[in-house]
């Protein structure tokens, strides 16, 4: 606890529709899909075809680059369809579930007693290899590589974000495996970040095996990329991976009881949810299953959190590492005098040309609304720099990627980042700027130049 | 939108107009497409609306002044103190200005966004609510709109617009006019307004209380005979001088509000204040002038330039170090130049002009440092 790492710069977006901590229901989806794109990096080669039969484990896909990383179905049951788009690129594989559930079995093992060549094969096999994220760029991991070491936040700062105690507090046994195995993998050790606050009252302070280390702040605090910049910064050539929480709990249980079990409590929040709550499910199940959470109107359904989540919308799937949906009212409706009002007492805003400072307690109901139009840049770095503590000028990083700079960019910091990290500078950016857009426009220049 | 405006409609030359216009009335139902789903309801009109309330107390004080300063000038030391026929003497004088300054920014503003495709940025809103309050209230229209176009044009479009520009577009049109037409924008002919038919009292002058500075301190003290020179005549500002530049204490409210949204920056201005401070201390010492330090402050155009035009955050510098060496530059700078420089008593414009020079560059140092620094933490980790 000595060496908490307090962090200064932030903010916490106070957002309505928190989920109440109860598991409401469990959703045993009928039809899940496996979408590549949860993927970043994964250039998908089919393994199936319609009709085939699949248990949970059995694989799906298997990227081109590395054929041996694998994503296999979190299901058992037959391949119903295979959702192409444009181009014929792979979208999406439906499968349909059997009303038995049937897993691959991997074997129960004790990470702590094989080898790293072990731990990587069932790590392969499994499917559970892609749950792992390569820093830099945020890509799936090169079982070629030995990284500098593996970092897990174990809280979760984002708007709404579902509490971690209450989501995987049971799970301390299957965390404790998984981080044994991931130690395997790396000589620099499982870094395990906390938050100072319930330091003592969270299970996982108990970890063993892993470096622990204690953050207190606002939000992005619980990101993982601002945490490693303070505890080791990635520098040029460099890598290290990433696993969130809930991955590793998914790998222990992978350890523990040889079978592929993604089965999680996903947070159903947001502004626009009826009696937000939990349910418990699979990734890749349909938003029609919780359909009954989506209040009326034109509402947007976002799987992860509000500031780097993706819209899936109603026809849409929970992602694979998202243990979240957010559900938002489109804000397509216009605001006679909106900016030009003293006072707009249902509106937050972060700067002081509103007065919601003065109100530190309130929560708003956010919509999507935009609140301006796209200009350029005009406020200085500095007013971005105060929602990001990472040892980087924000907006000298934004202009190099829209300029495309590779030496710019690698000096000031894009191997530190995901656009995730800088969401909170898109949300404040008042000449409303897609800045993580940007950022990833750059990062996947920087992956085509540096191949 | 009507549909005749849209791309490929007949009247599309009016897009950015209309598109302006209607975000003007209300705030768009455009919604975030990508990236973060929500967003913060600040926008860039907001902060603009913000900056342009801070100035009004200067504005309103200059319109009085300007009536006030007639009076004095004509009536002499005894002239009446009517607040109400003062004001509006000198609101119809700096209407005008008011009216030349927007027509001609904001219609060559909406022209280029209608070029590029752009929607209109807001940024024009502070400039052409600044450029009436820093010049001479009888400088004449026709110099002022050549001012202002040769401003916007080429200090600010032919960059790509606000955000782009490399100079404070306010200023540039003052240094335009102070470039091509020296004859009115110093010396003694157009700091009062005059009405036709109308004179200087025996023994009064037209000039400001700055261009008696580098003469030290009993010239200012000897001023005219209609306007008291003490430090409180300075400070509330019932002196002549550009028409919103005089009082600082109405200057001192805008910062306030400034200050208080967070919408400018707090380093700028104490360290501009520090820069002045220092050179007008070390003048004070090398006996450079007799000038104390302190009146530099509540002289000519350096309070309102270090409030409203150093603050800038496009020409300003963008990294907080950055700041604290940009603002002292900014202050240093238009002392040196007012004790050094007898043809040109007002240093600000061009402190602040060579400030914003000057930012990139102290930027760029300073981002450089940070990312030696890095790289050197980094070899030894």
Known sequence: MSNNIDLKKGLNIPIKGSARPVVCKTVVPDTVAVVPSDFKGLVPRLLVKEGDRVLAGSPVLADKKNPDILVTSPVSGTVKEIVRGEKRKLLEVLIGTDSEQEYLDFGCKRPESLSTDEVRTVLLQSGLWAAIVQRPYGILADPALKPKAIFISAFNTAPLAPDTEFVLGDEFAAVQAGVNALSKLTDGGVHVSLKSDNYSSTPFHKLENAILHTFSGKHPAGNVGVQISHIAPIRKDETVWTVSLLMAAAIGKLFLKGKYDLCRKVAVCGPAAVDPAYVETLPGMPVKEIVSFIGEGDIRVVSGDVLSGRCVGKDGYLGFFDNQVTLLKEGADTELFGWAKPFRFNQFSASRSYFSWLLPKKQYGMDTNLHGGPRAFVMSDSYYAGVLPMDIYPLYLVKACLAGDIDKMEQLGIYEVLPEDLALCEYIDPSKNYIQDIVQHGIDLMIQEMA | ?381
């Open chain 2, 1 to 381: 939108m009507n549909k005749i405006f849209e791309k490929g409609g007949k009247l599309y030359f009016l897009h950015s107009t209309i598109d302006a216009f209607e975000t003007f009335l209300k705030v768009p139902g455009t919604v975030a497409k990508k990236g973060a789903h929500i967003r913060d309801s600040v926008d860039l009109k907001r902060i603009m609306i913000i900056a342009v309330i801070s100035v009004i107390p200067a504005a309103l004080f200059g319109m009085w002044n300007v009536g006030y300063q007639h009076a004095l000038a004509v009536q002499g030391p005894g002239a009446p103190l009517d607040i109400w026929s003062n004001f509006w003497f000198g609101f119809l004088k700096v209407l005008p200005l008011y009216i030349v300054a927007y027509g001609v920014g904001l219609f060559i503003e909406f022209a280029s966004a209608q070029i590029r495709g752009e929607e209109v940025n807001e940024g024009y809103l502070m400039s052409g609510m600044l450029i009436p309050l820093i010049v001479p209230v009888d400088v004449p229209l026709w110099m002022l709109a050549i001012a202002v176009a040769f401003a916007v044009l080429f200090g600010k479009e032919v960059f790509g617009g606000t955000g782009m520009n490399i100079w404070n577009p306010a200023l540039l049109t003052r240094a335009f006019l102070f470039f091509s037409y020296p004859d009115h924008m110093s010396g003694s002919g157009s700091w009062i307004a005059l009405r036709k038919g109308e004179n200087l009292l025996d023994g009064a002058t037209g000039a400001t209380p700055l261009s008696f500075v580098g003469d030290g301190m009993d010239a200012l003290t000897g001023a005219g005979v209609q306007y008291g020179t003490s430090f409180w005549d300075l400070f509330v500002g019932t002196v002549p001088g550009s028409v919103g530049e005089t009082s600082a204490i109405a200057i001192l409210l805008g910062a306030i509000i400034l200050l208080w949204t967070g919408v400018a920056s707090w380093k700028i201005m104490v360290s501009s204040v520090a820069g002045a401070l220092l050179v007008g201390w070390l003048g004070n010492v090398c006996g450079a002038t007799d000038v104390p330090a302190l009146t530099q402050l509540v002289l000519g155009g350096f309070a309102f330039g270090t409030v409203f035009m150093a603050t800038d955050p496009v020409t300003s510098a963008q990294t907080e170090p950055g700041k604290w060496i940009y603002g002292f530059l900014v202050g240093a700078i238009c002392v040196v130049v007012r004790l050094f420089n007898p043809g040109y008593a007002e240093g600000m414009m061009l402190a602040i002009l060579l400030g914003n020079t000057f930012a990139p560059l102290i930027d760029w140092c300073v981002v450089n440092r940070h990312l030696a620094r890095k790289a050197r933490k980094a070899r030894i980790a």
